[in-house]
């Protein structure tokens, strides 16, 4: 059955390496709904977060085939709920709103968000959350002139992990090669 | 990202300190100096304009090392096929830039399907004009991307020796593939302190995985009960060199090795164990019997689409033990109950000490029978004719009695294919060269030129089709050139006879673009200086043969055979194999 899941991806820094992870998803057809990647705690070693509608089926011979790669550590398919996970969204708004409409605060404080920045002619506001619920506060905003809108893709944590930190640690000792 | 911008080589010592004196040499050269570091003493390529310092360098190394120069690009990779597979070390290719690089492609792609390791070097624009569209440019990195095992662009000169020693340790590690390395221009001309370290570690690449001992004797435990165990011999026992391994597995327990496709030749033909070849037109009782077997012992193959027919039909009856090097390939297409994601050779020698005796009668038996059905109606007919026009069967029939199947056989692609992969007798491993899992045609007649190459005391013959032959056929430039005896044997239909097949059983006898008005192919090799022979009669077929195999240096035989002769048996694709037909 279709549905959404995680995969994530530790890999060496290569020029590259996002192109030779993407592939393998085109290949089969599968659309990426969201990468996010950064440097780990490990210098040299990249995490990729990448969300995608897929099968469980699909997506395991996915991550075989991503692990072949010659410059990945590990790769591993997540479910929902194995998963704690967040967006981040940035909304921009015209300051003549804030100064017009009354609960633009209450919104703020309801919804756990925060403003960045203002300026005399718009201000921003950041939530971290869930897509639906960062979704959800565009149409909150919307009345008061949303400007702009922009969402990150995932972060995402894995409930199951044990002693992740000493094993990408353990990585460091040893020297990348070319 | 960043690339890094140091290279780690090895800590020096006090006393490499003390002695270094590193000779400082262009980028070009060092390129050289690897590959003679790594063993290299042939390459195949043509050289262009963005690989001409490198092509300058070997001008001095000529002593040491061979370069064959071929008549188009695709043909050095699959001679550099050829060489491999005969020889068993890493074959080399040069291409230049821009169109040099894009024909490795075919090449790149068969050798990475069919696990072959190979290292292409190609020349390219200076770093300066990278991404610029410069003449010649293209992006070598990103069109061979999904077709090799790994590639790297190089653009300094001081990471060259590295860059070459970690292609060399991946195309040959673990499942073996082709690498490819792209030179910048400027790194070739620019000179620095060459030092040479092998690759014998990256720390996100583990080739040889560590056995699982609790999934051998799980193996063991159900060999050990199974009334109907039945041995898949892949490409991966003759890559691990494990052919004795398995056949002391078969022996020991008395159970039958059926081959697949590339898996040919690591088994005798002779062997009273040996049930035939799997898949679309392998023999009748090795498909039929996977529906009767109760354990299945995979070694070293994929379960390709062409051995397994209707996926979910194929030995879903069996347990299944998978050994297999690629960990990719486990669960990719058959769960397997016991998967050992091992080295085969490695696997097979655990595995083969918890095996207890065992006598499988009935069930070897059932593949003498089932042989005994394909061989009336099918074999005997196609073996030994006695009316009518050749047949593709006994010409092949005639060639592994008169090579006593010693010969290295390289096919291409399509009917002569299947009819030599069913009907050449083979002794030795590592003696049969096809194309599998791309199925290229034009392969065979650059591969067999670098089989000779790796094997130069053998005896070498390319079996092709009319067809094949002409994809590749300016290649008996590059023979004649190099003066590279390989024997080449035309199987001339005058149609694309597995397209044809297919059109006559599954689209009506609609011939569409199948039939091919042909040259004269003699004097095709006439004009490359190579002498031949085309056999129409029967009666002259055997004197050709032997005329061919005794000539020393290359020689064509052209053997017109009959126009629709269809390869039998044939499970039709997609179906359950118990499908299979035999007329």
Redesign the interface.
């Known amino acids: 059955m279709q549905k959404e899941y995680t995969v994530t991806v530790y890999?060496?820094?290569?020029?590259?390496?996002?192109?030779?992870i993407t592939?393998i998803f085109t290949?089969r057809g599968i659309n990426i709904t969201s990468l996010t990647t950064a440097e780990t705690e490990i210098p040299?070693v990249?995490k990729f977060v990448i969300t995608v509608m897929s099968t469980r089926e699909k997506l395991?011979?996915v991550v075989?085939?991503i692990?072949?790669l010659?410059?990945?550590?590990r790769a591993f398919v997540h479910e929902e709920d194995e998963v704690v996970y967040q967006e981040l969204a940035l909304y921009k708004i015209s300051t003549k709103a804030l100064h017009t409409a009354g609960d633009v605060e209450r919104l703020i404080r309801e919804n756990n968000a925060r403003i960045l920045t203002i300026t005399a002619d718009y201000f921003v506001i950041e939530k971290t959350g869930h897509q639906q619920e960062l979704i959800d506060f565009i149409k909150k905003l919307e009345p008061y002139g949303l400007i702009e809108y922009t969402k990150s893709g995932r972060v995402a944590i894995v409930k199951w992990s044990r002693r992740f930190h000493e094993h990408l640690k353990e990585?460091d000792k040893?020297?990348?090669?070319? | 990202m960043q690339q890094k911008d140091v290279l780690p080589m090895k800590a020096e010592t006090e006393a490499d300190k003390r002695s270094a004196v590193k000779p400082v040499i262009t980028g070009s050269e060092a390129v050289i100096r690897s590959l003679i570091a790594e063993g290299v003493d042939t390459i195949f390529g043509y050289p262009g304009g963005a690989i001409m310092p490198i092509y300058d360098a070997l001008y001095d190394f000529q002593d040491q090392v061979h370069h064959i120069l071929v008549r188009h690009e695709q043909g050095a990779t699959h001679a550099a096929q050829g060489y491999s597979r005969a020889s068993g070390k890493v074959g080399v290719a040069f291409a230049t830039s821009g169109p040099g690089a894009t024909n490795l492609v075919t090449g790149l792609a068969d050798a990475y399907m069919d696990s072959t390791p190979l290292v292409c070097i190609t020349g390219q624009v200076a770093a300066s004009l990278l991404g610029t569209d410069a003449f010649q440019e293209t992006d070598v990195i990103g069109i061979t991307m999904p077709i090799t095992k790994w590639n790297i662009q190089v653009t300094r000169q001081e990471d060259i020796p590295a860059a070459i020693a970690k292609a060399f340790y991946i195309a040959r590690s673990g499942r073996p593939g082709p690498v490819l390395v792209d030179i910048t221009k400027n790194a070739q001309v620019g000179t620095f302190e060459f030092e040479y370290n092998k690759c014998e570690f990256i720390r996100s690449y583990q080739p040889v995985p560590e056995l699982d001992k609790e999934a051998v004797t799980a193996a063991a435990a159900l060999i050990n009960s199974a009334k109907k165990p039945y041995i898949f011999c892949g490409h991966g026992v003759l890559l691990a060199g494990a052919e004795n391994e398995l056949i002391a597995l078969a022996e020991k327990a008395q159970i039958p090795v059926a081959s697949t496709l590339l898996g040919l030749s690591a088994v005798p033909v002779d062997h009273p164990l040996y049930g035939g070849l799997l898949g679309m037109h392998g023999n009748y009782a090795p498909n039929m019997l996977t529906c009767e077997c109760d354990v299945v012992i995979a070694v070293g193959m994929r379960f390709d689409d062409r051995v397994t027919g209707d996926v979910s039909t194929f030995i879903s009856q069996a347990k299944v033990i998978h050994i297999e090097i690629d960990a990719a390939e486990i669960n990719k297409i058959i769960h397997a109950d016991v998967a050992i994601h091992a080295d085969a050779k490695e696997a097979l020698t655990a595995l083969n000490q918890l095996i207890m005796p065992a006598k499988h009668d009935a069930w070897l038996e059932e593949f003498r029978f089932g042989h005994k059905k394909e061989y009336d109606k099918v074999q005997h007919r196609e073996l030994y004719p006695e009316s009518g026009e050749i047949k593709m069967a006994e010409t092949v029939r005639l060639l592994s009695e008169k090579t006593n199947g010693e010969a290295i056989l390289v096919t291409d692609v399509g009917q002569h294919q299947m009819i030599a992969s069913r009907y050449y007798r083979f002794k030795n491993p590592n003696t049969n060269i096809t194309s599998g899992g791309m199925g290229t045609m034009g392969f065979s007649i650059p591969a067999a030129m670098g089989a000779k190459m790796g094997a130069p005391d053998k005896q070498v013959v390319a079996v092709v089709g009319d067809g094949c032959f002409q994809m590749t056929l300016q290649e008996l430039g590059t023979i004649y050139q190099s003066q590279i005896g390989v024997k080449i044997v035309i199987l001339n239909n005058n149609f694309l006879g597995m397209v044809r097949q297919w059109q006559q059983l599954f689209f009506d006898k609609r011939y569409s673009s199948t039939e091919m008005v042909n040259p004269d192919f003699i004097q095709i090799a006439k004009g490359f200086f190579i002498p031949g022979k085309k056999v129409t009669a029967r009666e002259d077929l055997a004197a050709a043969i032997d005329e061919m195999l005794a000539h020393d240096g290359a020689y064509l035989l052209e053997v017109v055979v009959e126009k629709e002769d269809n390869v039998f048996p044939m499970v039709p694709a997609g179906t359950p194999v118990s499908t299979i037909r035999l007329e």
Do not use: C, F, M, P
């Open positions: 890999t060496e820094d290569r020029i590259g390496i996002t192109n030779r592939i290949r040299g990249y395991d011979k075989g085939q692990e072949r010659i410059e990945i550590h990585l040893t020297v990348a090669s070319y």
